[in-house]
């Protein structure tokens, strides 16, 4: 990374932001929303305030589910200004070896801009429909769907139409979305070390989700948010056209009624419109944002793991929005200490309850076995001396390699787990007796917004398992799992 692409850093009296409004919207966060991963904060192009809540740290990446939509905009946009396409485009058109036999007259007006606004025309959310077809032609899939409504007169929100996205500029371009970013986006801005989930298709090609499966860093939704501020420019040189970042932010088509306030402001090209006048959003599920205030000369990114996202938009507009000056204020250099003080001390905190339990003896070292199960679940043990658990999972229908983890008592211990996940991910881990006969495991999945608790009552040769996450598009409860002892 170049140094041109560090941003600056700055106290907030300096940019006309008091840093008693910054420390009160982190202080609200901890007492109403309790689950912020991480927040960055810019003013006239500076950074102004920036933290994270140990074990989120700066330099880890964190998945933005649909906070995606808004990098897959861009990549069309630049394939708009490179005369590849354009949004007037229909959609069978760029796909007319996968037409239906019989084309609908809403189908075939369907465009590009419909794909990109959420209103393709289709009643319901198209995506299972599309990726799930056995033989996993998912464009053919999205294009054999009825279309109920004539494209651009009703919203649905829709991953389907961004995975079309994804799908038309691999096909125009010959790369992925990540890969066709990385010169144009990416690299200029300094984004390093994205990555993106991919579908497997009909071809074998693997293809960028489009509408979810980017992951960067908090800086990284700065970096993307400070260019649509500066309306395409990015250190003096011209990236996007101001036509397209002006189209992609705007109300292109009404999402109301909604019963979140700022879920029915309008929709642009995969960018939310906001309740306060002016501001625009990308956001993803469980309060992943890219916040743009062009009026203040602002933007906020958040990472989360919350289950109201409205909550934290409010916090936002209550806290930090009407604290957001145009000039410089005079130095605060008490007030100032103490919000630097706050944010470097900012952590999850670690779950409660006691250290110890004057029955683990009876259960350290000792094994227990599952059934076939959903969790892949095989074994599991525990060292309550050396704080850890061994565990082993099935795959496959065989039984993979054993796993350790080691946990803290009070506080976190980093390893890597694939417990509750199909993939090992980095955590953080935590443990604490509930009773005596129940201990309770948290593990922080800290490049996610997931935390999962794991609770094991014994019982006579019996473990009962039981996990729960913090948030989840699936229930986030998980059928009881009974291990015997071996």
Not at 269 to 277: K, L
Not at 429 to 443: I, M
Request: aromatic content about 10%; overall charge positive.
């Amino acid at each position: 990374m170049t140094t041109t692409n560090i941003l600056p850093r700055s106290a907030p009296e300096l940019q006309g932001i008091p840093s008693a409004a910054i420390t009160a919207f982190v202080k609200a966060a901890q007492k109403s929303i309790k689950s912020l991963h991480s927040f960055m904060l810019l003013h006239h192009g500076t950074v102004v305030a920036e933290g994270w809540w140990y074990p989120y740290r700066p330099e880890a990446p964190h998945m933005l589910f649909s906070l995606s939509k808004s990098f897959t905009s861009t990549a069309v946009g630049f394939a708009v200004a490179e005369g590849r396409l354009s949004v007037e485009d229909t959609v069978l058109s760029l796909f007319p070896e996968e037409a239906p036999k019989k084309v609908s007259p809403n189908l075939a007006v369907m465009k590009v801009r419909h794909l990109l606004s959420m209103s393709t025309g289709h009643d319901l959310d198209a995506t299972d429909r599309t990726l799930r077809r056995k033989d996993r032609n998912a464009v053919k899939a999205f294009l054999s769907l009825p279309v109920e409504h004539e494209p651009g007169t009703h919203f649905v929100y829709n991953s389907a139409a961004s995975y079309m996205l994804s799908a038309i500029v691999q096909k125009l371009t010959g790369q992925t979305l990540l890969d066709y970013l990385t010169p144009r986006l990416f690299e200029p801005l300094g984004i390093q070390g994205a990555t993106w989930e991919s579908f497997s298709n009909h071809e074998g090609a693997a293809v960028n989700f489009g509408g979810w499966g980017l992951n960067v860093k908090t800086e990284d939704i700065a970096r993307l948010g400070q260019l649509y501020l500066q309306k395409g420019v990015w250190n003096g040189k011209r990236l996007l056209p101001e036509a397209w970042v002006k189209q992609a932010t705007s109300k292109q088509v009404s999402n109301a009624p909604n019963p979140n306030p700022d879920w029915e402001q309008g929709y642009g090209y995969q960018f939310w419109r906001c309740q306060p006048e002016g501001i625009y959003r990308g956001d993803g599920a469980f309060g992943q944002y890219c916040i743009v205030m062009p009026r203040q000369d602002a933007v906020l990114a958040i990472t989360a793991g919350v289950p109201d996202m409205q909550a934290v938009l409010n916090l936002v507009w209550d806290k930090l929005l009407p604290a957001i000056g145009k000039g410089p204020l005079l130095a605060d250099n008490t007030t100032a200490k103490k919000l630097a003080h706050t944010l470097k001390g900012l952590k999850l905190i670690p779950p409660k309850g006691a250290a110890a339990s004057p029955l683990a003896a009876r259960f350290s070292g000792k094994t227990y076995t599952f059934e076939h199960n959903y969790e892949t679940l095989h074994s599991l043990s525990f060292d309550f001396e050396a704080n850890r658990i061994t565990y082993q999972l099935t795959g496959g229908g065989k039984r993979r390699g054993k796993h350790t983890l080691a946990f803290g008592r009070g506080g976190w211990v980093e390893g890597i787990a694939t417990l509750g996940g199909p993939v090992p991910q980095p955590v953080a881990a935590s443990g604490v007796w509930k009773a005596e006969d129940t201990f309770e495991l948290t593990l922080c999945q800290y490049e996610t917004p997931f935390l999962a608790t794991v609770t094991c009552r014994f019982k006579g040769a019996k473990l009962f398992y039981d996990f729960k996450a913090n948030v989840a598009l699936r229930p986030t409860e998980r059928p009881q799992l009974v291990g015997k002892l071996v």
